[in-house]
Structure formats: structure tokens, C-alpha cells
């Protein structure tokens, strides 16, 4: 059983398009992330979010949205999309609270391109 | 800019030949964790080192954590074909009011 899982697996969109990326955990983690890798493959964290806080990181333009309809659910709204957001998106969940950052199980991640 | 820097950036060894990445941040880090990502894969989570000073082994793997909190290394001993991948240090400051990822070692292991 797949433990963190995110759909699609790739995403090929034209500019100004607004999309969004689903990621689902099985482990029953209580804290879910989103990440950005870069071409250069930089890792950064975009938000950290359980069902009691949402912490984002100031560098994320607001183009960018978590959203959880549940605790096993942490979902990317992209609005806008701008070149610039091509990268690939992982999504991980951890059982350590919002905001303690320890061991976390990261999805196979979402290639996006944006043309 | 980038405030967990990796070195080097990329290494290249022979099978059996040692491996060694250092992990240093502008900023105290509450724990330091390490992380591979295999060619085209996720980032795997290897361990945890929360104390100052703190040595941890795997196998063939020696994990240590500064005595400022600020640096770590990762030691792969004879390494393999299996070790190929990047490896991240990552951690949160000490207030935990950010998270960082290294730059990343990128390992290849020529058989």
C-alpha cells in the first residue's frame, strides 16, 4: 500500500491556467507538507498544515493554496500558473505536530510544466 | 539565498571508496535530519540527530551533528552502486519557525 500518494504524476499546462495537485497519506499523520523542487533540485518547504494550523512560508506568492477537506488529504491550488512554476511538488506528511518538523514520508511527487 | 549549504555539490568515487558530505547552516538548527533521493525518486528519510554532538550509525553510514548545532556530516563507508542518489541535510531553526533543506550531494558510484 502506497503510504503518501499524489495525482497526477505529471501535469502539462499553458500559462495563466489555474490547477491543482491532490496528495493523500494512509499513515494517519497528523501534519502534511508541500514542497517545491527546483531544476537545480532545491527542496523548499511551501506550507506546513494539520487540521488545527496552517504555516506558510512567506516566500510562497499567495497564487498558491493548500486545501484539506480532511486529515488525509492536503491538496495545491495553483492559480495563474506562471512559468516559473514548472518544478516537481512533493507532498509528505509526518506524525510529529505542525511546526516540530521531524521524520517526514514524502509522495512520489507531481512533475509540473507550465508552457 | 540558501541557508543550509551542502559540499561538495557532486562526487564521483569508485566502488569501495569512501563518501563524506558536510551539511552547514547560517542558523542554529533544533535537529538535523538526512534525507536520499534516488535518481527520479522522493527523498527517503535515513535518521534524526537531535543532540549536540551526537554521532548515530547505519550499517555502513556514520551520521554526526556539531556541538553548535550548526553543522553535520554524513560518512559512507566502501560504498556501493545502492549508495547513488543526492543526499540532503535538512532541520528547523531553533525556534522552529522555518524548515531548511541542504543544497543537496549528489553521489555517483562507478562500479
Known amino acids: 500500500d502506497t503510504a503518501v500518494s499524489q495525482t497526477p504524476k505529471y501535469l502539462v499546462t499553458q500559462m495563466g491556467n489555474d490547477k491543482s495537485i491532490k496528495c493523500e497519506q494512509n499513515l494517519g499523520h497528523d501534519t502534511m507538507y508541500w514542497y517545491k523542487q527546483d531544476s537545480k533540485k532545491f527542496l523548499k518547504i511551501m506550507f506546513s498544515y494539520n487540521n488545527k494550523e496552517l504555516i506558510i512560508n512567506e516566500t510562497v506568492p499567495n497564487r498558491f493554496s493548500p486545501k484539506s477537506p480532511d486529515k488525509a488529504h492536503l491538496n495545491l491550488h495553483i492559480n495563474s500558473l506562471e512559468l516559473g512554476d514548472s518544478a516537481v511538488y512533493f507532498c509528505?506528511?509526518?506524525?510529529?505536530?505542525?511546526?516540530?518538523?521531524?521524520?517526514?514520508?514524502f509522495g512520489p511527487g507531481t512533475r509540473l510544466t507550465v508552457l | 539565498g540558501q541557508q543550509v549549504m551542502q559540499i561538495p555539490q557532486y562526487q564521483h568515487v569508485q566502488e569501495g571508496e569512501d563518501f563524506t558530505t558536510y551539511c552547514n547552516s547560517s542558523t542554529t538548527l533544533s535537529n538535523i535530519q538526512w534525507y536520499k533521493q534516488r535518481p527520479g525518486g522522493h527523498p527517503v528519510f535515513l535518521i534524526q540527530?537531535?543532540?549536540?554532538?551526537e554521532v548515530k550509525k547505519q550499517k555502513r553510514l556514520t551520521f554526526q551533528f556539531g556541538e553548535a548545532k550548526k553543522n553535520s556530516s554524513l560518512h559512507i563507508t566502501a560504498t556501493q552502486t545502492t549508495d547513488v542518489g543526492t543526499y540532503f541535510c535538512a532541520g528547523p531553526s531553533y525556534n522552529f519557525n522555518k524548515f531548511y533543506f541542504g543544497s543537496g550531494t549528489k553521489l555517483n558510484v562507478k562500479p
Open positions: 540527530l537531535v543532540k549536540s554532538g
Open positions: 509528505a506528511s509526518s506524525p510529529a505536530a505542525s511546526g516540530t518538523y521531524n521524520e517526514q514520508f
